[in-house]
């Protein structure tokens, strides 16, 4: 069985879009079954409505439950990748950062 891993990132501007494809194309490249919250948006409901929240909330919440590990993107300080990389260490599970800039973004994330 293959590696389950989950790409915690934001996606909402161009730069940040290509580094979670690339990490996605270097990820599949090697065989490693991959939850991208990027491919799964709930389209069916209205983005941002509440009901699209709640079942986009639960999606990462399991993907994250149910991974062999999270690989977080974390150039900026975007909320979403702060909190699945927290919830991710309170499941006690392995969490590796990629980080493509020198300087430190957040004294809590190593």
Same mark, same amino acid.
């Given at each position: ?20 494809? %690339?990490?996605?194309? &270097?990820?599949r490249?090697k ?5 991208t ?45 702060v909190?699945?990389?927290?919830y ?5 599970k392995?969490? %590796?950062?990629?980080?493509? &800039?020198?300087?430190?973004?957040n004294?809590m %994330?190593?």
């Amino acid at each position: 069985m293959s590696t389950y891993i989950y790409l915690a990132s934001g996606f909402f501007n161009e730069q940040q879009l290509k580094k979670v494809e %690339i990490t996605e194309d &270097i990820l599949r490249g090697k065989g490693i079954r991959l939850f991208t919250p990027r491919e799964h948006q709930n389209e069916q409901f209205e983005f941002g409505s509440l009901e699209w929240r709640s079942v986009t909330f639960d999606d990462d919440r399991v993907a994250i439950r149910y991974a062999d590990a999270v690989v977080a993107i974390y150039d900026e300080q975007g909320p979403g990748t702060v909190w699945e990389i927290g919830y991710t260490y309170s499941l006690e599970k392995p969490i %590796i950062i990629l980080q493509t &800039i020198s300087e430190p973004v957040n004294i809590m %994330i190593p």
